[in-house]
């Protein structure tokens, strides 16, 4: 079936003008003489979207068999809120071993990891979330800047950790990840549905549909930072603290907080002037850290245990200043998707 027609616009009445839409097409979405159909206007488009793929109606039926964990589970339900569904239904096997209590798992994970979801009905065997979050609450780029406050708190806490040694530090920081992931979680939604609903991407600020994967890109590894600020807290709790070497540790640790928050300073500005110093001065910090595992860590006289937990370490510091470069990058895609006049001074 054709996916693009030339269709001719008739006028009918004085006020009003029709076209006529391909058999195939209206059948293909389950469409009957009848039915409306919603038009959106945006810019120099006119949309058609059948009342079937509204955002608000999206629904999906999760069956769950024995043999699964809760986990599992949750990545269905994660995968379907993420790609915009509103209402989630799961229908539950009831030979799987001790129900009552796999179904409450599978609830504590969904409440703890994904905002704005709620359980509207429950009966045994058969559960319905409920999508209630509104982009209007929290806009795109708002939530971007809460993730970001979490994970510029999360690699400051790092670095006190690295520097005080205070293991109770190191609790807080794997705490915090779970919000992190809560709001990437969240962005991802927003995009997702950007790409189904064109007026979503107008209500994002969206204004040409590339820039959604620019965002998409941003929020992944701010939320990989994250990750690697709770790896490096739980590598320093398995050791219960590191005796020496912290100090250099924590010297780029710093430099990868000030590489994170110059770059997102040029997504706020949309400066690719600045995005394209970040990218210069990680290339910079790449080369120390790669001449620090040899000089600092594999010719240091300590212990083995701690000559590893510093590079495994070292290494999560690298990635770090690695995702503050694709961060970069991607400001630099969305300059260029949101102008066609660019000046390169």
């Not at 054709?2 to 209206?26: C, D, F, M, N």
């Not at 799987?96 to 359980?119: A, Q, T």
């Not at 400051?156 to 293991?167: C, E, R």
Request: hydrophobic share 45%; proline share 3%.
């Amino acid at each position: 079936m054709a996916s693009i027609e030339k269709r001719r616009v008739q006028r009918t009445g004085s006020s009003s003008y029709i076209i006529t839409l391909p058999k195939e097409w209206v059948e293909a979405v389950k469409l009957k003489s009848g039915d409306y159909v919603i038009v959106e206007k945006h810019g120099d488009k006119l949309i058609l979207i059948p009342p079937t793929l509204e955002p608000s109606q999206l629904k999906i039926t999760i069956r769950v068999y024995p043999g699964v964990d809760a986990m599992q589970v949750f990545r269905v339900i994660l995968a379907a809120y993420i790609n915009g569904y509103n209402t989630i239904s799961l229908v539950f096997d009831k030979a799987i071993p001790e129900l009552p209590k796999f179904i409450n798992d599978v609830k504590s994970l969904v409440r703890m990891k994904l905002p704005g979801i709620e359980v509207v009905e429950e009966q045994y065997g058969a559960l319905t979330f409920k999508v209630l979050l509104s982009i209007q609450e929290i806009p795109l780029i708002s939530a971007i800047r809460r993730l970001h406050v979490i994970v510029n708190s999360m690699i400051q806490d790092t670095i006190t950790l690295l520097s005080t040694g205070d293991l109770s530090v190191a609790h807080g920081i794997i705490q915090r990840d779970d919000e992190a992931d809560r709001f990437h979680h969240m962005i991802n939604r927003e995009l997702a549905m950007a790409l189904i609903d064109i007026k979503m991407q107008h209500d994002l600020g969206i204004s040409n549909i590339t820039e959604a994967l620019s965002y998409r890109i941003i929020a992944r590894n701010l939320e990989r930072i994250a990750d690697h600020a709770t790896s490096i807290a739980k590598r320093v709790l398995a050791a219960r603290g590191l005796k020496r070497g912290s100090q250099f540790l924590t010297s780029y640790l710093q430099k990868d907080l000030e590489l994170l928050n110059k770059a997102m300073n040029a997504l706020y500005t949309l400066s690719r002037k600045e995005a394209e110093e970040v990218i210069s001065e990680v290339r910079v910090v790449i080369n120390e850290l790669e001449n620090t595992v040899y000089n600092k860590i594999l010719a240091a006289d300590m212990e083995v245990q701690e000559k590893v937990v510093s590079m495994l370490i070292l290494d999560s510091i690298k990635r770090i200043a690695r995702y503050c470069n694709g961060i970069a990058e991607s400001i630099i895609n969305l300059k260029v998707a949101k102008s066609a006049d660019i000046d390169i001074k």
